[in-house]
C-alpha cells in the first residue's frame, strides 16, 4: 500500500527543510512527508568550513534531528529513504522503504561534490565534503594529521585551508588556475588574500593540476602536470559540485546541469518543482542559501498560495569565511565580456566594480569596505 501525501518533499538539506517551513507557513493543514536518504538532521552547512578554528566538532553542529524538525512543522518524516523513481503521471514515488503518494512534489536532491579525475592507486581515497556525514569521516581522518594537501582553489577550498591552518594542520594548496576564487573574485582582492594565507602559512602553488596520487610509505604522493610532486598525509578535494539530478533525469522532467525550473521553482511537469543546489533558472544554478529562500517562498506561493512571489535570478552577496581579509563578493551571473575595475583602494581596503559596457553588474569589496555591502546591493538590485 503506498503511503498518501499532499506534498512531498525529497531532501533535508536546507533547501528541503526551507521549502517545508514555507509551505506550512502558507497552508497550516497540508499533510506533508519529507523522504531523505540520509538521517535528516538540520544542521548549518556553511559552519562545515570554519568548524575548525571555532574549535567544533561535527557533533556542535547539529540544530535538531530530523523528528524534532518534523514535529515541530507538523509534518511526516522518513529518514534513510532513498528516492529510487519517481512516476509523474500516477503521482507516485518509489523508495527503498515503500512507496508514497502526492499531490505536489518538491524535488531538493541537492548536489555532489566533484572529484577531481587523477590517475594512481589512492586516487579513490581523495576526500570530498558536502554534507556532515563526509565531514565528520574527515575530522575523524584528521586526528594526527600534520599536513593537509588541498585540491582547488575556489570559494570553499580557501575557506578550508584558512580554517585548517587555524587549527594547526600544514597545508599545500594545489590551483589550477592563477589565483584564489578567480570565477568570482578580482585578482586585486585575490592577491590580497593570497599574502594574508602566505602569512598563515598556507603553501599556494598556482597554475597546477595534480595528475597521479599513489600510496607512499608515509601516506601518499601527488604528481602534478607541472612534474613536481608532494607528499601528503590527507588529500582533500573542493573543486565545485553537480546537481543531482539523475532522478528527476529518468522521469523525463526537463533537466540541463541541473532541474529546469520557472519563476514558480516548478519544472516542466506540473506539480513537481525543485529547489535548492539540484534547481536550474534562468541557465543558472545557484548554490548559496540567500536564493534558496527565495526559491522556498515562491515555490510556496504558487503551491498553497496567490502566486504573488516569484523567483527571479539575481547575482547573490557572498561573504567570505576568510578571517583574515573580510571579503564581500556579489559576482556578476554571467561573467562573460566584462571586466573588473578599481573603484577605491585604502590599503588593504579595496572596492572593484565588475562593468559591462560601462554598467556596474556586480562588485566586491575587502577590507573596512565590506560595510557598505548590503547598501551598494540594494543600490544595484532593488528595483
Ligand atoms: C563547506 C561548505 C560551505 C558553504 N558555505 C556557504 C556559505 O557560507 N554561504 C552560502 O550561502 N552557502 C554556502 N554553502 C552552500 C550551501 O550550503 C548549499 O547551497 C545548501 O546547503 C544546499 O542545500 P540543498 O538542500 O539544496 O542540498 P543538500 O544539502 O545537498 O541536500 C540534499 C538532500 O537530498 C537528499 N537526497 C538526494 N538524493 C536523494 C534521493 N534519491 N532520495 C532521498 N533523498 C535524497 C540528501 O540526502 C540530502 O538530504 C556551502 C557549502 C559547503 C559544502
Not at 565534503?129 to 569521516?137: F, M, S, V
Not at 602566505?198 to 601527488?222: A, C, D, P, T, W
Not at 562593468?355 to 557598505?372: N, Q, R
Amino acid at each position: 500500500m503506498s503511503n498518501k501525501a499532499d506534498v512531498l518533499i525529497i531532501g533535508s538539506g536546507y533547501a528541503g527543510w526551507q521549502a517545508a517551513e514555507a509551505i506550512r507557513k502558507e497552508n497550516s493543514d497540508a499533510v506533508i512527508t519529507l523522504l531523505t536518504a540520509d538521517d535528516g538532521m538540520v544542521y548549518p552547512k556553511p559552519a562545515l568550513s570554519m568548524a575548525l578554528s571555532q574549535n567544533k566538532t561535527p557533533d556542535d553542529l547539529p540544530e535538531a534531528t530530523a523528528n524534532q524538525k518534523g514535529a515541530e512543522l507538523d509534518l511526516g518524516v522518513k529518514v534513510r529513504t532513498k528516492v529510487m523513481s519517481i512516476n509523474t503521471q500516477r503521482k507516485k514515488v518509489m523508495t527503498t522503504t515503500g512507496s508514497f503518494s502526492y499531490k505536489k512534489l518538491i524535488l531538493a536532491t541537492g548536489a555532489k561534490a566533484m572529484a577531481p579525475k587523477v590517475e594512481g592507486d589512492a586516487a579513490h581515497e581523495i576526500v570530498t565534503i558536502n554534507d556532515l556525514t563526509a565531514y565528520k569521516k574527515f575530522y575523524k581522518a584528521l586526528k594526527g594529521v600534520q599536513k593537509v594537501t588541498l585540491i582547488g582553489g575556489g570559494l570553499i577550498a580557501t575557506e578550508l585551508a584558512e580554517d585548517l591552518r587555524a587549527f594547526g594542520v600544514e597545508v599545500d594548496m594545489i590551483v589550477r588556475g592563477s589565483h584564489l576564487m578567480s570565477q568570482i573574485m578580482p585578482e586585486a582582492i585575490s592577491h590580497n588574500l593570497e599574502a594574508k594565507l602566505r602569512e598563515r602559512g598556507v603553501n599556494l602553488i598556482f597554475n597546477s593540476e595534480v595528475k597521479e596520487m599513489n600510496k607512499s610509505e608515509n601516506g601518499y604522493v601527488l604528481k602534478t602536470d607541472q612534474g613536481e610532486t608532494f607528499d601528503a598525509q590527507l588529500v582533500l578535494a573542493a573543486i565545485g559540485i553537480l546537481p543531482n539530478i539523475a532522478l528527476a533525469k529518468k522521469a523525463k522532467v526537463e533537466t540541463n546541469l541541473g532541474i529546469c525550473i520557472d519563476a514558480n521553482c516548478q519544472t516542466n511537469v506540473q506539480d513537481v518543482y525543485a529547489v535548492g543546489d539540484c534547481a536550474e533558472a534562468d541557465g543558472v544554478v545557484q548554490a548559496y542559501l540567500e536564493p534558496i529562500r527565495r526559491q522556498v517562498k515562491a515555490l510556496a506561493s504558487h503551491a498553497y498560495g496567490d502566486s504573488s512571489e516569484r523567483f527571479e535570478v539575481l547575482p547573490t552577496l557572498i561573504k567570505t569565511k576568510t578571517p583574515s581579509l573580510s571579503i564581500m563578493l556579489s559576482p556578476p551571473l554571467h561573467a562573460t565580456h566584462g571586466q573588473w575595475e578599481l573603484n577605491m583602494n585604502v590599503g588593504e581596503n579595496q572596492r572593484l566594480h565588475y562593468t559591462v559596457d560601462g554598467e556596474v553588474s556586480g562588485f566586491a569589496l575587502s577590507g573596512e569596505f565590506v560595510t557598505s555591502a548590503n547598501k551598494l546591493y540594494k543600490e544595484l538590485y532593488s528595483a
